[in-house]
């Protein structure tokens, strides 16, 4: 997997070689996770010194290796799901005291109308630019009325095929850099949130739609199966149909389909890379891992 492009001031090269380094250690403490590894342990099979690993995976995750490992384990989640739990909200294991902290970014979602689909948005003006996000190159297109799509791409290339292909009749407007602060502000962490709700302007059916909805109440942190999910929104049967819809989510991390596994624990499929879902699993949890230490020494 690529890494992302220059973010947060530091050098495109470098932080896309970091991004790799952060990716294989968070895959091999979990894969290790039974074994307790240790930081000498992690930094061997990265080829890195112990001093640099420390550095690199605390600035990128907000905990160190060793916290990182007592507070994350997929096993343990996999367990409670089996098990039957509705819903794993693993914030709560990290100590978090209230529901109020879970849900620390507000979005509100409003479908484009059947006529707007229709047009192939005819009519729509569309500002769009391919960000560096921690995660990698971020398409961010937006509207007047909200953000239409956010891609993982390989550059504005793919971005641009993308939109045309969802938008054959928009007018498409390249803003290069005008989207970065936005983007900076969703993956900032959890205490640093601020400002109005975002507005989310999609297309899809109203089945979709619904099925987007329910996502928004999957809570930060938190893990869902597909057939709890369909459960969530009364349609117990529903199961098959509702992975297709979150399949064909256009907002990633927004509209946070990473959150959504099978029964059995699996990761399950991401149309962004299983990679990268298992990425995006393991920094919102660092995360509240640091909230929780955080407030306990507060």
């Given amino acids: 997997m690529n890494g992302p492009l220059e ?8 932080g896309g070689r970091d991004y790799v380094r952060i990716r294989d250690a968070i895959r091999y403490l979990i ?15 990265l080829h890195l010194s112990e001093s640099r690993l420390q550095r690199l995976f605390t600035q990128w995750a907000g905990v160190s290796p060793k916290r990182f490992i007592q507070q994350l384990t997929c ?20 100590g978090l005291s209230g529901g109020s902290r879970l849900h620390d970014l507000f979005v509100t979602l409003e479908a484009m109308t059947p006529g ?45 095929a993308w939109l045309q292909d969802q938008w054959p009749h928009a007018a498409l407007h390249w803003r ?20 109005a ?12 739609i619904q099925v987007w909805r329910a996502l928004l109440s ?21 199961a098959r149909a509702v992975g297709s819809a979150v399949g064909a989510n256009p907002v990633a991390w927004l509209i946070p389909c990473h959150r959504v596994i099978r029964s059995e624990g699996a990761l399950g499929q991401y149309r962004w890379g299983e990679e ?6 393991a920094w919102e949890n660092a995360r509240l891992s640091r909230e929780a230490l955080t407030a306990s020494v507060a």
């Fill in 75 to 94: 096993e343990a989640a996999k367990v409670r799901l089996a098990a039957g739990a509705p819903v794993l909200p693993l914030s709560h294991e990290l």
């Fill in 176 to 195: 290069p850099g005008q989207g970065q602060a936005l983007c900076e502000r969703l993956f900032s962490p959890l205490s640093e949130r601020s400002g």
């Fill in 197 to 208: 709700p975002l507005a989310l302007r999609v297309q899809g059916s109203n089945f979709q």
């Fill in 276 to 281: 990268r879902k298992l990425d995006l699993i």
């Fill in 218 to 238: 999957v809570p930060y942190g938190g893990l869902i199966s597909y057939g709890q999910l369909a459960a969530r929104m009364g349609q117990p049967s529903a």
């Fill in 7 to 14: 973010y947060a001031g530091e050098n495109a090269a470098e």
């Fill in 31 to 45: 894969a290790h996770a039974g074994e307790q590894p240790r930081l000498a342990d992690v930094a061997a099979a």
């Fill in 116 to 160: 707007e689909f229709q047009r192939g948005g005819a009519g729509l003006d569309i500002i769009w630019s391919v960000e560096a996000s921690r995660f990698g190159p971020a398409l961010l297109a937006r509207t007047d009325r909200g953000i239409c799509a956010l891609q993982f791409v390989a550059d504005e290339a793919a971005g641009e």
